[in-house]
């Protein structure tokens, strides 16, 4: 995550993801839906 500073004002503030992060979001994604089809239960995958 790369934090950018507004100088303001008023103060503000934005993140976004470096490069390193966009290249996770593939297994990222496959990641989250595994965990929808996860009963929340314990025990439950």
Do not use: F, H, I, N
Request: glycine share 16%; hydrophobic share 35%; proline share 11%.
């Amino acid at each position: 995550m790369v934090r950018e500073v507004d100088e303001g004002p008023p103060l503000g503030g934005a993140y976004r993801s470096t490069d390193a992060g966009a290249a996770m979001e593939p297994a990222l994604k496959e990641l989250g839906q595994w965990a929808d089809t996860c009963p929340a239960a314990p025990g439950g995958c």
